[in-house]
């Protein structure tokens, strides 16, 4: 098996030409270059959630925060020093989750709160 790398790409628009971003791969290894769900804004921050798969699918799963995109560079650092979830050793999460995503509330006036509903998978 080939060392494991995210590619980054990018395009004007969905429906125009998508080109590989010149910093792709843009992680690598078996730490941090499995998506663990979409990068998300949260809090003003892009997120880019990751999946740590060193031991198995889903041990656990880190936050990314991005610093900087543009069609020329992209920088991101570590978000927190711990996993945001590890594998549980029992219940819904015993051996971990593979995707994260976190949705903003809105009021009923469609703004938004600043309040988050978090959502994750288990097995």
């Known amino acids: ?7 980054l790409y990018f395009a004007l628009d ?7 971003h010149p910093q792709s791969p843009v992680a690598m290894g078996p730490e941090t270059a499995l998506c663990g769900g979409r990068v998300r804004e949260v809090n003003g921050v ?3 959630p990751a999946l740590d798969v060193s031991l198995y699918e889903g041990q656990q799963m880190r936050a990314y925060a991005v610093t900087l995109l543009t069609p020329t560079s992209y920088e991101e650092r570590p978000l927190m ?13 015993a051996l971990g989750s593979r995707c994260w995503d976190a949705l903003e509330e809105e009021d009923e006036d469609g703004e938004r709160t600043g309040d988050y509903l978090v959502v994750t998978d288990g097995y």
Not at 14 to 20: A, L
């Open 1 to 7: 098996r080939g060392q494991l790398q995210l590619e």
């Open 46 to 48: 892009l997120v880019r």
């Open 81 to 93: 020093d711990e996993p945001m979830l590890e594998a549980s050793g029992r219940g819904w999460r």
């Open 14 to 20: 969905v429906e125009h030409e998508w080109k590989k």
